[in-house]
């Protein structure tokens, strides 16, 4: 079954602890992105990656990192959390446009709290 | 920068009432636009898809349209169900030059009452 998947579905942490999230999709997909999805406030772009070893940055990218060491795999890394990153974390994957009905692939989501 | 804007932000409607959702975009630049649907908590459901050379396109009770000069869609959804209630989000897409970025609006919270 085509799909992506995100670790840990929940957590819950104290600010300033190292954090990672993995995301991993089984459609070989070159783009994958992760997004924050907070009341009032949408979906925002954080980072995102064409291809392996490849990685930009979103419209909200302070405070995170990324890496694409494998073209399935993007984990979303906090190197020192903080309260105002509590929200819902989404994984996307795509095909990179090859077509224009190429759709976007959301994971389950991640609800991290920072205390 | 595209902005993405949907209303109403919430709507409640009686049972076999039909819904339609508006949404506006103000780059009309995109390369497609996207429905989704969320349950609480859960993640996002893609429910259709419109090519920016398409004018709409339909699957089952939903028809969503595209007017990319004036920069907006509309979600139609016929006769409606309790298990329609739930938010839906559109988000329209750029090229590659624009980092393939989907830009969402804020939803429309659905409710549809037995």
């Avoid at chain 1, 490849?54 to 060491?69: F, I, L, N, Q």
């Amino acid at each position: 079954e085509a799909q992506v998947t995100q670790n840990p579905r929940y957590l819950i942490t104290v600010t300033g602890k190292k954090l990672t999230v993995t995301c991993s999709q089984n459609m070989n997909h070159e783009y994958m992105s992760w997004y924050r999805q907070d009341p009032g406030l949408g979906l925002r772009q954080i980072y995102y990656s064409m291809n392996v070893e490849v990685t930009d940055k979103g419209d909200v990218p302070e405070g995170y990192k990324v890496s694409r060491k494998e073209k399935r795999n993007f984990p979303l890394i906090l190197e020192s959390p903080s309260p105002n990153q509590t929200s819902l974390y989404f994984c996307a994957s795509s095909p990179l446009l090859a077509h224009t009905t190429d759709t976007q692939y959301f994971g389950p989501g991640t609800r991290l709290t920072v205390l | 920068k595209q902005e993405v804007t949907q209303i109403p932000a919430a709507l409640s409607v009686p049972e076999g009432e039909n819904l339609v959702l508006n949404c506006s975009f103000t780059d009309s630049a995109i390369y497609n636009l996207q429905w989704f649907r969320q349950d609480p908590g859960k993640g996002l459901t893609s429910l259709l898809l419109i090519q920016s050379s398409q004018r709409e396109q339909t699957s089952g009770r939903l028809n969503a349209s595209l007017d990319k000069s004036s920069g907006r869609s509309t979600l139609y959804i016929a006769a409606s169900q309790p298990g329609d209630s739930a938010t839906y989000l559109c988000a329209v897409r750029r090229g590659k030059a624009a980092g393939n970025k989907l830009t969402f609006g804020g939803g429309t919270r659905v409710l549809v009452k037995p």
